[in-house]
């Protein structure tokens, strides 16, 4: 049974949803096709970068700081637009879960500098008994270790900083 449509307007912004196994490989689509830079033209960038501070001044006076960047977080950095290119500024995700601009200084970038990244850092996640299996399976057919598995899930989603030798 086909379904008719009738365009009655010019399309814009069109956002892929769902591919292969319907909606649960929308994280595969995001990895594939970065909206941002479909949408919006801009070049894409997935950077990270450490909060240096989070001062806030009024009049060259101290009043506060800025309740959603914590000294020595990393948080990630997004594109600027076109006429932000030139403003000094940054644009962050910050601690409230959106992107704002701060000013460049108050942060630096995220490096490695020299030799392979520290792996000293342990990180305790809760799942149900389903998702633990399955991801036992997965670390057994591919023989190696759960954490050894899920770093190298990490490695390939995410754009981490390269070592700076």
């Known amino acids: ?29 995001n990895r594939t096709y970065d909206h941002r830079e479909r949408v919006s033209g801009r070049r894409s960038m997935s950077r990270y970068v450490r909060c240096r501070k989070n001062d806030t001044f009024f009049k060259d006076d101290l009043a506060e700081t800025f309740a959603d960047l914590t000294v020595g977080q990393v948080y990630k950095q997004m594109a600027l637009y076109p ?26 970038p995220l490096l490695i500098r020299g030799g392979d990244r520290p792996s000293n850092q342990q990180l305790t996640i809760r799942l149900d008994e389903i998702t633990r299996g399955v991801l036992h399976a997965e670390a057994v057919a591919t023989k190696k270790s759960i954490s050894a598995l899920l770093r190298e899930w990490i490695d390939e989603r995410l754009d981490l900083p390269e070592n700076d030798d």
Not at 83 to 108: H, K, N, Q, T, W
């Open 1 to 29: 049974m086909s379904k008719h449509f009738d365009i009655i307007g010019e399309i814009n912004d069109i956002e892929v949803i769902a591919r292969d196994h319907g909606v649960d490989a929308r994280h595969r689509l």
């Open 83 to 108: 006429e932000e290119a030139d403003s000094g500024m940054v644009r962050v995700i910050d601690g409230s879960g959106e992107p704002y601009l701060y000013p460049a200084d108050y942060f630096e």
